[in-house]
């Protein structure tokens, strides 16, 4: 039966950001299209004693791993005389079984391997050359049966490629970009920030949200762009964006994606992000920060004269330019 390939470097970097922020191993395999055992394995045998994986750390213990590992049959590869007389016997149409057999009756001979031994050798990659020699049960590399449903991470997803020219020098209002803020891995907290910034005024928006489940998530951010007049939303690939049309239909706003690996196409909420964090500082649990907390650190970015915005306030270039459908208090 053919193994499935090894995690590569980039998927235990995805491993580290949705384990991070919460993402069961189930969910974390939906998106690689990994089977959930795989990625179950590899956070345990790959994380530190308290939970915390770092794909750093994983990787290093993988190639460790790797270098030290000792293949089946091995035995068998490093004695050339051993390897000699079963190849040589195998020729003579003796099986595995006969071989191993005969060794054990004959001690003399100082060589021996088992059965099982001498068939792993053989499926192993040093072997394969002389499987052709068995008379029955040849060993071949399976297929692998196709998936015939095709898991879409994000479904029906526009890249930012497509998004409107006019979204990217920032005079044109009405283009935003969101993303969230999670809490500490030592927490072992699911609450994060919902945050929103739109590109051209720089007013940024944010909403504490108990997990990142697609639904919550999506409402989430429709309850912060809902009173807005805007034309575009941009975001990233995480599964917590997997519901984004929900987002479109209760504001009438498309949403675009970043390509992957690629957080400056979102620049403008990633320096929001920057901002928030004065207040909410790595390591922070927003379990333990309330709504009201959130709303103070927005009223004061919001309000402060930015040196881009010509020492106006986002709020006031959001005002002025029509941003705010509704007054808000």
Request: aromatic share 8%; net charge positive; glycine share 6%.
């Amino acid at each position: 039966m053919k193994k499935a390939s090894k995690l590569t470097d980039t998927e235990r970097s995805e491993i580290d950001i949705l384990h991070g922020r919460s993402y069961s191993a189930r969910s974390i395999a939906t998106v690689l299209g990994r089977s959930p055992n795989t990625i179950a394995t590899e956070l345990k045998r790959n994380s530190y004693q308290d939970g915390q994986y770092v794909a750093a750390r994983a990787k290093q213990k993988a190639y460790v791993r790797r270098k030290y590992a000792r293949y089946q049959g091995k035995k068998i590869q490093d004695n050339d005389e051993l390897r000699s007389f079963i190849v040589l016997r195998l020729s003579e149409h003796w099986n595995p079984d006969e071989i191993a057999g005969y060794l054990r009756s004959n001690p003399r001979a100082g060589l021996y391997a088992s059965k099982t031994a001498i068939y792993e050798w053989l499926h192993s990659a040093r072997g394969q050359q002389y499987c052709h020699l068995l008379h029955s049960k040849h060993y071949r590399v399976k297929r692998q049966r196709q998936n015939k449903t095709k898991r879409v991470m994000i479904p029906d997803r526009t890249a930012v490629s497509e998004r409107p020219l006019a979204a990217l020098d920032r005079t044109e209002v009405g283009h935003g970009e969101y993303d969230s803020i999670v809490s500490s891995k030592r927490s072992g907290s699911t609450a994060a920030l919902a945050v929103f910034q739109e590109r051209s005024t720089r007013l940024v928006r944010a909403q504490l949200v108990p997990n990142l489940r697609p639904l919550p998530y999506a409402t989430t951010i429709a309850d912060l762009t809902k009173d807005l007049r805007l034309t575009t939303l941009t975001t990233d690939n995480g599964i917590e964006n997997r519901y984004h049309e929900r987002i479109t239909r209760k504001t009438g706003t498309p949403v675009f994606f970043t390509d992957p690996y690629s957080s400056w196409q979102k620049g403008g909420v990633e320096n929001a992000n920057k901002m928030l964090r004065r207040y909410f500082p790595k390591g922070t649990n927003f379990a333990t920060v309330s709504q009201t907390d959130v709303v103070y650190a927005l009223t004061r970015i919001n309000n402060k004269p930015r040196k881009i915005l010509g020492y106006k306030s986002s709020l006031q270039v959001a005002n002025e330019k029509g941003l705010i459908l509704e007054a808000v208090s």
